[in-house]
C-alpha cells in the first residue's frame, strides 16, 4: 500500500525557470513531511521539510505547499538552476521516527 | 566532520546465505534508521535502532535483524537471503528517535545484489 505517491517519475525545465513536483498521500495522519534531494551513488539529501500545521515553508529558492485537504504538497524551486537536476523524494510521517517516501521524481535543469 | 559511513559500498552473495550491513553514524547523532531502496523504488523502513534496542519496525519479517552498539554505531543482518532482498540499504541517523521536521542524515548505501 502506497501512502505517498509521486505520480511523474521525470521532470524537464530550462534553467531559470520555475520547477514544481507533486506528491499525494493517503494517510491524513501524517503530521511531518520532508523532501529529499539524491544524486547517483549518493543517500538521499534532506532539503526541505513542512509539519501539517502550517501550509508554506520557504528556504531559499526551495519552498513547499501543503495543501491537507488535499492530500497533496509540492516543491517549487525558483530559479532553477543544473545543480538541481537529481531525484527529489517526498517523505511523510506519523510519529516523526518512520517515515513513508514516494518513489521519486527525476529532475533535469536544461542551461 | 564525518558524515554517516556504510560498509562496505557493495556485496554479492548468493540466496540463501545471510549478510552483515555496518553503518556509523553522523558525529553526536545517537539513533540508527535502516531503510531499504529497491530499484524504482523509495525507500521503505525497516527498524529504528535507539540507545542498544529495537524501538519501532517496518513491514520487513524476521530475517531482516539488527543491533546497535554503545558507540552507536550499528549492523542490519539478513538471513536466508532471497532474490528480492537485492536492494540499496541506506543508513539514516538523527539527533533523537524523534526526526520530526529535522531530517535524517543518509550514508550512501550499501548495494547488495543477491544471485
Known amino acids: 500500500d502506497q501512502q505517498v505517491k509521486q505520480n511523474s517519475p521525470s521532470l524537464s525545465v530550462q534553467e531559470g525557470r520555475i520547477s514544481i513536483l507533486n506528491c499525494d498521500y493517503t494517510?491524513?495522519?501524517?503530521?511531518?513531511f520532508l523532501w529529499y534531494k539524491k544524486y547517483p551513488a549518493e543517500g538521499p539529501t534532506f532539503l526541505i521539510s513542512?509539519?501539517?500545521?502550517?501550509d508554506k515553508n520557504e528556504d531559499g529558492r526551495f519552498t513547499v505547499f501543503l495543501n491537507k485537504s488535499a492530500k497533496h504538497l509540492s516543491l517549487h524551486i525558483v530559479p532553477s538552476q543544473p545543480g538541481d537536476s537529481a531525484v527529489y523524494f517526498c517523505?511523510?510521517?506519523?510519529?516523526?521516527?518512520?517515515?513513508?517516501f514516494g518513489t521519486g521524481t527525476s529532475l533535469t535543469v536544461i542551461p | 566532520d564525518a558524515g554517516v559511513t556504510q560498509s562496505p559500498t557493495h556485496l554479492i552473495k548468493t540466496r540463501g546465505q545471510q549478510v552483515t550491513l555496518r553503518c556509523s553514524p553522523k558525529?553526536?547523532?545517537?539513533?540508527v534508521s535502516w531503510y531499504q531502496q529497491a530499484l524504482g523504488q523509495g525507500p521503505q523502513f525497516i527498524f529504528q535502532?535507539?540507545?542498544?534496542?529495537?524501538?519501532q519496525r517496518g513491514n520487513f519479517p524476521d530475517r531482516f535483524s539488527g543491533h546497535q552498539f554503545p558507540n552507536y554505531s550499528s549492523e542490519l543482518n539478513v538471513n536466508a537471503l532471497l532474490l528480492g532482498d537485492s536492494a540499496l540499504y541506506l543508513c539514516?541517523?538523527?539527533?533523537?528517535?524523534?526526526?520530526?521536521?529535522?531530517?535524517?542524515?543518509f550514508g550512501s548505501g550499501t548495494r547488495l545484489t543477491v544471485v
Open positions: 539514516a541517523s538523527s539527533l533523537a528517535r524523534f526526526v520530526g521536521g529535522l531530517g535524517y542524515t
Open positions: 494517510n491524513s495522519m501524517f503530521d511531518y
Open positions: 513542512i509539519s501539517s500545521i502550517k
Open positions: 517523505a511523510a510521517s506519523v510519529t516523526g521516527n518512520q517515515f513513508y
Open positions: 558525529s553526536g547523532h545517537d539513533t
Open positions: 535502532y535507539y540507545e542498544e534496542e529495537e524501538r
